[in-house]
């Protein structure tokens, strides 16, 4: 595992002896920093992890409304934004390369696909299937996929890596494109997130107890509106 010591006792207080935390923060890769990916590299900081994250965008003024941006962070690249909210609220700092960086570079078992296209997930999958070759832990890479209200949540391991690349992994053109108005709201992109970072911490539990003690699934979707109707009938 690539790994570094923590900063502060004080933020894990509460939860450092849940199966999952270790005294030293696991390094994991996040792909992305936009909808999904700032609230989750935020949730993973304050979960104990050490997320390097790529993307290259930059914030614009319609990444207000369902990411974790502030209005002045207008025109700054995301990675620079989300690094200084969590330096803000967890006093640490993150790693963050724009892309096209060299994604090969460094060799993670833990990455999260948080982008907003299909040649990206594909990309960091092809990366994340040759850096695990050797791992002593199980490899884990975990795919989120959002609209307005409607989470997907793809776990991807070894063992079904190749259901994923061949259902799950279809062209860009494929995909049905929402109306403008219909791609994003700030509790659903901070819903996927912290579900994300629960199945991670899922996983990272049975590594630590070297047993199956809890349920990461290879695909969980939650549909928003649909909570009202259960609760109605």
């Not at 990309?123 to 307005?148: C, N």
């Not at 991807?156 to 992994?169: F, G």
Request: aromatic share 12%; hydrophobic share 40%.
């Amino acid at each position: 595992m690539n790994t570094t010591t923590h900063s502060s006792s004080v933020q894990s207080s509460r939860f450092k002896d849940a199966p999952w935390f270790n005294e030293i923060a696991e390094r994991v890769i996040v792909g992305g920093a936009g909808g999904i990916g700032r609230w989750l590299s935020f949730f993973l900081v304050r979960a104990g992890f050490e997320p390097i994250i790529y993307d290259f965008d930059t914030v614009e003024e319609h990444n207000l409304g369902g990411q974790l941006f502030r209005q002045k962070d207008v025109g700054r690249l995301k990675i620079e934004a989300t690094a200084d909210i969590i330096n803000t609220f967890s006093n640490k700092a993150i790693s963050g390369f724009a892309l096209p960086v060299d994604i090969t570079t460094p060799h993670h078992h833990f990455a999260f696909s948080a982008f907003d296209n299909m040649k990206a997930r594909r990309d960091l999958f092809e990366v994340w299937k040759k850096s695990h070759a050797g791992a002593s832990v199980t490899p884990l890479l975990i795919d989120g996929r959002l609209t307005m209200e409607q989470v997907q949540i793809l776990c991807v391991t070894p063992e079904n890596m190749d259901r994923y690349e061949q259902e799950y992994l279809f062209d860009d053109s494929e995909v049905e494109d929402a109306a403008c108005t219909l791609r994003s709201t700030t509790h659903s992109a901070a819903l996927i997130a912290s579900l994300m970072t629960g199945f991670f911490t899922n996983h990272i539990s049975n590594i630590n107890e070297r047993k199956l003690i809890r349920t990461v699934p290879f695909y969980y979707e939650f549909f928003i509106p649909q909570v009202l109707t259960d609760l109605i009938t």
